[in-house]
């Protein structure tokens, strides 16, 4: 039976990158989306998170949560969700609650990355600090750029999104993919 789940999950995960390399990967209902939702409640099973619809709405409420950007800097300067506010992904719980000092630990928080994965884990690591109320926003970037919802550098709105790498990036409707270097 303990071998059984990871030969469950290494299927999955095999039957994802295989379907990521398909052009219609980055389609909501397609195997490789289902793979990475299976996959982020196998490993946070009590981890709260949000939608992106219901993200919208509460964006334009009076006191709209505060966002966090858990890519890299560089997938950061392509474009992020406006108002958004970068962290470092990798960080710990404690060099994430010195990073964010000057916020309430009552103040709602989403975490987004590209899919969910990294934002997960900063959720998670927000929520060991004494944050209470942090979610991570499901489909993340990926699936807020793919339902046409607006992404920003620098001020301005623009079509282009980090695609992390030539393959998760499959995730991405293609003319949304920036060019990676």
Known sequence: MRLLRPLVLLAVAVGAVVWL???RAYRPDSLAWRAVDRDLASRFPDLPSTTTA????RLDAPDPPLLLDA??????????????????PDAEAGALAAALADVDPEREIVVYCSVGVRSATVTARLREAGFAHVENLRGSIFEWANEGRPVVRDGREVEAVHPYDAVWGRLLVPERRADLP
Not at 54 to 57: F, G, H, I, R
Not at 71 to 85: D, I, K, M, W
Request: aromatic letters at 4%; proline letters at 4%.
């Open 21 to 23: 390399r398909s052009d």
């Open 54 to 57: 219901a993200l919208a709405d």
């Open 71 to 88: 890519r890299t800097e560089a997938e950061f300067a392509v474009s992020h969700l406006p108002g958004a506010r970068h962290v470092d």
